[in-house]
């Protein structure tokens, strides 16, 4: 029985590949769970690819997938396909999923943007009998004042944290967690702030004392000839909860 988790693939379809084959998941047999938590296409060559793949995974009730600000704003635009989001389709990439989407049978069109609409916000799961917090950013326990506790689906997916952020900080049920385990922000940022070095200069998954960072800068990948050193930093991570054994491709 094993948990694992990984995030912001990216459309780096053969770097997930080859993370799976890795770490080989009983997802069928449902001895162990696979939490995916977003950002699924954009930036890569191969979104149409990984949502594909993704959402065969999705079929087995033991694979659990999370909304990124990316699958956000791909839904968004799927409400307005006249329109294109240039914050999505020029600065977070959009274009790299959005021409080829358009150009599917409506069918499968149907299906990816079903599947994108139905994604949940987080997860909380137990392991070795602790209890886990996941989400593509935010857990949304912000405390708004005289409107007590509640979120926002753009913190779910937008918000980031700091190296020393304690997302449970002002929710009254903080003890309840472990831990917050998300992505969004690659680590590489985190390592920075708090002075603690990388192996190798490659990105590793964070470990901080409230939440865990888990992506390790994927969608860097596909932009070698632009960002050099991100690029040379950049891996797709797995992470196993039980022994916290980290996993990358
Ligand atoms: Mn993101």
Partial sequence: MATYLLSDIHGAYERLTGLLDMIKPDIEGGT?????????????????????????????????CIKGNHDLM????????????????????????WDKY????????????EWIRDLKYSFEFEADGELYMAAH?????????????????????????????????????RKKYRALI????????????????QAHDHNCIYKGPHFIGIDCGAKC?????????????ARLAALRIEDMKEFYV
């Fill in 32 to 64: 162990d769970e696979l939490y995916i938590l977003g950002d699924y296409g954009d930036w890569g060559e191969k979104s149409i690819e990984t949502f594909r793949f993704v959402m065969e995974l999705d079929k087995s009730p033991h694979v659990h």
């Fill in 74 to 97: 791909f839904e968004e635009q799927l409400r307005n396909p006249g329109l294109l989001d240039p914050n999505w389709y020029y600065a977070n990439m959009g274009m790299k999923t």
């Fill in 102 to 113: 358009i150009g599917l049978k409506e069918k499968e069109r149907l299906e990816i943007g």
């Fill in 137 to 173: 950013a935010y857990p949304y326990f912000g405390n708004r004042g005289n409107l007590g506790y509640f979120y926002t689906t753009h913190d779910a997916v937008w918000m980031r944290l700091g190296w020393d952020s304690d997302p449970f900080r002002d929710y009254h049920g």
């Fill in 182 to 197: 998300c992505g969004h922000t690659i680590t590489r940022g985190y390592y920075r702030d708090s002075g603690l070095k």
């Fill in 221 to 233: 990948i596909e932009y070698g000839h632009l960002w050099k050193d991100e690029a040379r930093a």
